[in-house]
């Protein structure tokens, strides 16, 4: 172990943490390599998201929101009604941890849109 490692080049470590953060900037679409000096292209600003107005009563409590008609049931109450009894489980509806009752059935939150109910 009194052994010094002269070697030269990258190491393993270097290696692989350079293959993750790569790997990072592939998967979120962030641009590695912008083209030459001077050519860089303007960056066009993102349009916000659609919202819709939605009205929900839960425990005899009227909530009216604005969301994105994407949001489920879950993050809707979650996330934006700050009613954290139903949890966000799975993701999947496998686990259960999400059902809500709706007009006395019960449904998983996490698969049921907001805008739908």
Same mark, same amino acid.
């Given at each position: ?11 393993? $470590? ?47 409590? !009227?909530?009216?929101?604005?969301? !994105?008609? $994407?949001?489920?049931?879950? !993050? ?14 799975? !993701? ?12 006395? $059935? $019960? ?11």
């Amino acid at each position: 172990m009194t052994e010094t490692d002269n070697r030269n080049g990258p190491t393993r $470590r270097a290696v692989l943490e350079g293959g993750v953060a790569t790997g990072v900037l592939l998967a979120t679409g962030i641009p590695v390599y912008a083209g030459p000096a001077g050519a860089v292209a303007a960056a066009a600003s993102p349009t916000p998201a659609p919202t819709m107005p939605i009205s929900l009563r839960i425990n005899a409590n !009227d909530f009216a929101v604005e969301l !994105d008609p $994407r949001t489920t049931l879950l !993050d809707a109450l979650r996330n934006h009604l700050g009613l954290t009894g139903s949890k966000k489980g799975c !993701d999947h509806g496998q686990c259960g941890a999400c059902t809500v009752l709706v007009d006395g $059935r $019960r449904i998983n939150s996490c698969l049921t849109l907001a805008a739908m109910h």
